[in-house]
């Protein structure tokens, strides 16, 4: 296991150089693993918010797009609203548009509609969308949303048409769409959009959110990347993908792509040189900073210098120092549809820009967006403060859980066809946790985490609602080694992982609960677990630890087989095509570690 520097661009400070206002000083190892070997940050709920479909498309709009990239995230008037970028198959193919789609509580959305779509150019090709920045909540409350019409075979090269701007109104509803920026240099002599400038608005109000916008060189900042052969001074500083966040001396620390950061003392009116942050990955996916509900401050990341996966987070206290890496999305499926520059991985993550609303949960969470292989998106709410540790013995039952809702402290990966949801056991029964799965090529994951620890004892409650299908249930290290493997078979029986062994341990019956109890002796040098099932043995002995640990560090329930990571660059057969329905439900979960 080599460490995080191995795999990170270290950036030497000379003596006689400035050092840089970011400096990363961990040295967690990194693997190529889907979950890059880190230890999740706890509690963190992952929710795919639209999943790319090529025959059966649930978009509004009746796309059948399967590149689908680049979101934003803003929350306005009670909704979480997204957009993101929507394409045919590879990056950078015409037509690609803007889609937009909402939540009222971030795990159920609405079906996108397109709000920005593709033109006709000239040339007889379509135009591309792109942006790095999607909205702008005005001085008044007014949201605006906006994107940028580029085209072939570059849609941020200072070759497009212009940035365009309309309103979202209180009902959801939009207003015209009006050119706020055109491009400096135009591709096409006599063509321009067919839209009206923002000045030609009727709307005084609209017109004078749209000035305000123009006027936040904070903001505008993140436009450059497209508009990058202009020349009239307009930009006070380059560069791609733009995130930012205001320093406890009032100060705003920027970050952009490839780790480059620096720091403005007048709202963007002028910035200190970029530099390369000490000891960051030189990656060209983005980077996300914010301040956190707690006062602290969290950097969203790919942390490596070339794969986009994991999806991690580290945090300072002021800035200056981040360290703390953990796994924010550590999930990497397949990739259904193949396609041109699809890179693999949750990647090009954004959150809520400061200015641009806080969810009812600030205080309590961090809300962020990105997409997965270049084809899904997603959400996660990251509870705070950011931690890869709890305290204490685990007793969970899920009745005091809302139904319909997330499990608070577990960590959920919840696919739109293998939803992970807090549940009614029937009319007025008990609240438990569901994992149902449809989906050909994923599966519904929740984790708990529990004190690192070599003793264990631990209990739980497992029902089947129907045969022919598998549920996983594993023990981790802080690493991912899983040395404790059962599972729910097919077949109908229950199976127990002895050195990489499955061993038959009875059968089991759908539709009737089954507790679980698990012992894992405290000495140091034990390497078995007892498994027991209704209160009796299911092995002649305990199972040995199929991967060797000194400790565990939580427990994963998974509706499907593990995977390490998924691969990509080919079409899957049936990938629209849901799977027969599974579902099991889980309650009673007891984790208690035992000293020697």
Same mark, same amino acid.
């Given at each position: %296991?080599?460490?995080?520097?191995?795999?990170?661009?270290?950036?030497t400070v000379t003596a006689a150089a400035p050092q840089p206002p970011v400096i990363y000083t961990g040295t967690t190892a990194v693997t190529t693993a889907a979950d890059g070997g880190l230890p999740p940050a706890v509690g963190v709920h992952?929710?795919?918010?639209?999943?790319?479909?090529?025959?059966?498309?649930? $978009?509004? =709009?009746?796309?059948?797009?399967?590149?689908? $990239?680049?979101? %934003?995230?803003?929350?306005?008037?009670?909704?979480?609203?997204?957009?993101?970028?929507?394409?045919?198959?590879?990056? $950078?193919?015409?037509? +690609?548009?803007?889609?937009?789609?909402?939540?009222?509580?971030?795990?159920?959305?609405?079906?996108?509609?397109?709000?920005?779509?593709?033109?006709?150019?000239?040339?007889?090709?379509?135009?591309?969308?792109?942006?790095? %920045?999607?909205?702008?909540?005005?001085?008044?409350?007014?949201?605006?949303?906006?994107?940028?019409?580029?085209?072939?075979?570059?849609?941020? /090269?200072?070759?497009?048409?212009?940035?365009?701007?309309?309103?979202?109104?209180?009902?959801?509803?939009?207003?015209?769409?009006?050119?706020?920026?055109?491009?400096?240099?135009?591709?096409?002599?006599?063509?321009?959009?067919?839209?009206?400038?923002?000045?030609?608005?009727? /709307?005084?109000?609209?017109?004078?959110? +749209?000035?305000?916008?123009?006027?936040?060189?904070?903001?505008?900042?993140?436009?450059? &990347?497209?508009?990058?052969?202009?020349?009239?001074?307009?930009?006070?500083?380059?560069?791609?993908?733009?995130?930012?966040?205001?320093?406890?001396?009032?100060?705003? *620390?920027?970050?952009?792509?490839?780790?480059?950061?620096?720091?403005?003392?007048?709202?963007?009116?002028?910035?200190?040189?970029?530099?390369?942050?000490?000891? *960051?990955?030189?990656?060209?996916?983005?980077?996300?900073?914010?301040?956190?509900? =707690?006062?602290?401050?969290?950097?969203?990341?790919?942390?490596?210098?070339?794969?986009?996966?994991?999806?991690?987070?580290?945090?300072?206290?002021?800035?200056?120092?981040?360290?703390?890496?953990?796994?924010?999305?550590?999930?990497?499926?397949?990739?259904?549809?193949?396609?041109?520059?699809?890179?693999?991985?949750?990647?090009?993550? #954004?959150? *809520?820009?400061?200015?641009?609303?806080?969810?009812?949960?600030?205080?309590?969470?961090?809300?962020?967006?990105?997409?997965?292989?270049? &084809?899904?998106?997603?959400?996660?709410?990251?509870?705070?403060?950011?931690?890869?540790?709890?305290?204490?013995?685990?007793?969970?039952?899920? =009745?005091?859980?809302?139904?319909?809702?997330?499990?608070?402290?577990?960590?959920?990966?919840?696919?739109?066809?293998?939803?992970?949801?807090v549940v009614a056991e029937g009319p007025g029964g008990n609240h438990v946790l569901s994992l149902s799965d449809e989906d050909p090529y994923d599966y519904a994951r929740a984790i708990r985490v529990f004190p690192a620890t070599h003793g264990?004892?631990?209990?739980?409650?497992?029902? @089947?609602?129907?045969?022919?299908?598998?549920?996983?249930?594993?023990?981790?290290?802080?690493?991912?080694? #899983?040395?404790?493997?059962?599972? *729910?078979? &097919?077949?109908?029986?229950?199976?127990? +992982?002895?050195?990489?062994?499955?061993?038959?341990?009875?059968?089991? @019956?759908?539709?009737?609960?089954?507790?679980?109890?698990?012992?894992?002796?405290?000495?140091?040098?034990? /390497?078995? +677990?007892?498994?027991?099932? =209704?209160?009796?043995?299911?092995?002649k002995r305990p199972a040995f630890f199929t991967d060797p640990v000194r400790t565990v560090h939580r427990i994963s329930f998974r509706t499907g087989l593990a995977r390490d990571r998924g691969y990509g660059g080919r079409d899957l057969p049936?990938?629209?095509?849901?799977?027969?329905?599974?579902?099991?439900?889980?309650?009673?979960?007891?984790? @208690?570690?035992?000293?020697?």
């Open positions: %296991m080599r460490s995080l520097s191995f795999f990170l661009a270290i950036v992952a929710v795919q918010v639209y999943r790319a479909n090529r025959t059966k498309p649930t $978009h509004v =709009d009746g796309l059948t797009d399967t590149y689908l $990239h680049a979101p %934003m995230l803003v929350w306005w008037q009670g909704y979480f609203y997204l957009e993101y970028l929507s394409g045919p198959r590879d990056e $950078h193919q015409d037509p +690609c548009s803007t889609s937009l789609v909402r939540s009222r509580d971030g795990i159920t959305w609405e079906a996108p509609r397109v709000i920005f779509p593709a033109i006709r150019l000239p040339s007889g090709a379509f135009t591309l969308a792109h942006q790095r %920045m999607g909205f702008y909540t005005a001085p008044d409350g007014r949201l605006l949303v906006l994107a940028f019409y580029g085209v072939p075979p570059s849609p941020n /090269d200072g070759t497009g048409l212009g940035r365009v701007v309309r309103e979202i109104y209180r009902d959801g509803s939009l207003g015209p769409i009006h050119v706020i920026r055109p491009n400096a240099r135009q591709p096409f002599p006599g063509f321009s959009l067919p839209y009206p400038l923002y000045s030609d608005s009727t /709307d005084a109000e609209f017109i004078a959110a +749209c000035r305000s916008l123009l006027a936040n060189k904070l903001m505008t900042a993140q436009w450059w &990347e497209e508009d990058q052969l202009d020349e009239t001074g307009f930009y006070t500083v380059r560069g791609k993908a733009l995130s930012f966040a205001r320093r406890p001396d009032g100060s705003v *620390l920027g970050v952009w792509k490839n780790a480059l950061v620096a720091v403005t003392a007048d709202e963007g009116r002028s910035w200190t040189e970029k530099t390369f942050a000490t000891g *960051l990955p030189n990656n060209a996916s983005k980077y996300w900073l914010q301040r956190t509900g =707690d006062g602290r401050y969290a950097l969203f990341f790919n942390p490596t210098n070339r794969n986009r996966h994991p999806l991690a987070v580290a945090t300072s206290a002021d800035t200056r120092e981040f360290g703390g890496l953990l796994s924010v999305h550590g999930e990497l499926p397949d990739q259904r549809f193949g396609g041109g520059y699809k890179n693999m991985g949750p990647q090009y993550v #954004r959150g *809520l820009v400061e200015g641009n609303g806080q969810a009812p949960d600030a205080a309590a969470a961090s809300w962020i967006t990105y997409s997965v292989n270049k &084809e899904d998106i997603w959400v996660a709410r990251v509870p705070v403060p950011i931690s890869g540790k709890v305290s204490g013995p685990v007793v969970d039952a899920f =009745d005091q859980q809302p139904a319909g809702g997330l499990p608070s402290g577990w960590n959920v990966y919840s696919p739109v066809w293998a939803p992970v949801r264990l004892r631990a209990s739980f409650r497992v029902l @089947a609602r129907q045969p022919g299908t598998r549920l996983e249930i594993d023990l981790l290290d802080e690493a991912g080694a #899983r040395p404790v493997r059962i599972a *729910l078979g &097919e077949d109908g029986r229950i199976w127990a +992982c002895h050195e990489g062994q499955w061993l038959d341990a009875g059968p089991y @019956a759908t539709g009737r609960w089954l507790r679980f109890d698990l012992n894992i002796p405290p000495e140091a040098d034990a /390497d078995r +677990c007892a498994i027991t099932v =209704d209160g009796k043995a299911v092995l049936g990938a629209d095509e849901r799977s027969p329905r599974a579902e099991f439900l889980i309650d009673d979960v007891s984790l @208690a570690p035992v000293g020697p």
